[in-house]
């Protein structure tokens, strides 16, 4: 299986279930974990920052980009960024559903990107199932924040930290609680 073959198929949200997909994951996961403990072993400079980034995620990422490690992530290969993104230390992404985060977004400590969830039933339990989350422009992402597979952000909202994202939110909104419910809306030139 290739990255792209392997991004084709979460996009059906199919169970991860096969002998193949499984092997895949666990050799990506390893590579993730060599390039992450590298990353989280020592200081790094901005730009090696970037460097070590652009290796986990397989691509060029943002010279706008700031991210202060540690960074944890269990595949690497399906994280997008927009321009001016900044993520703070101890973040969590379980990227195998896809992750995007758009222009300007803001993501504070410690916070959870779980794109997988397990079936419901004790049957289906041993099965992952995974769904993209994505981030509009401006997002600001409070600490210690987790946000839930298939969940979108819209441009410029806010999630208060300590949220847990269950559902999608709609743009120029504050978001908080467990689950996390809409506070109030954002008023232009807030």
Same mark, same amino acid.
């Given at each position: 299986?290739?990255?792209?073959?392997?991004?084709?198929? +979460?996009?059906?949200?199919? !169970?991860?279930?096969?002998?193949?997909?499984?092997?895949?994951?666990?050799?990506?996961?390893?590579s993730a974990r060599?390039?992450?403990?590298?990353?989280?072993? !020592?200081?790094?400079?901005?730009?090696? /920052?970037? !460097?070590?980034? #652009?290796?986990?995620?397989?691509?060029? +990422?943002?010279?706008?980009?700031? /991210?202060?490690?540690p960074f944890y992530t269990d595949f690497g290969r399906n994280i997008t960024l927009g321009e001016n993104v900044f993520i703070n230390a101890c973040c969590h992404f379980q990227d195998h559903g896809g992750v995007a985060i758009g222009d300007g977004c803001q993501i504070g400590h410690n916070v959870v990107f779980a794109t997988l969830n397990h079936g419901l039933s004790a049957e289906d339990r041993k099965n992952t199932y995974p769904a993209p989350i994505v981030l509009g422009k401006n997002v600001? +992402?409070?600490?210690? #924040?987790?946000?839930?597979?298939? /969940?979108?952000?819209g441009d410029n909202a806010v999630v208060a930290a300590g949220a847990v994202v269950t559902r999608d939110v709609a743009a120029n909104t504050i978001v908080g609680g467990v689950p996390a419910k809409a506070i109030r809306k954002i008023a232009a030139g807030e």
């Open positions: 299986m290739t990255i792209r073959e392997f991004k084709e198929y +979460v996009k059906t949200g199919r !169970a991860l279930s096969t002998d193949d997909i499984h092997r895949f994951m666990d050799e990506m996961s390893d060599r390039i992450t403990f590298r990353l989280n072993a !020592a200081y790094h400079t901005p730009d090696e /920052v970037r !460097a070590l980034l #652009s290796e986990l995620f397989g691509y060029g +990422v943002p010279r706008s980009l700031r /991210v202060f490690p600001w +992402v409070g600490s210690n #924040s987790t946000i839930l597979q298939g /969940v979108t952000i």
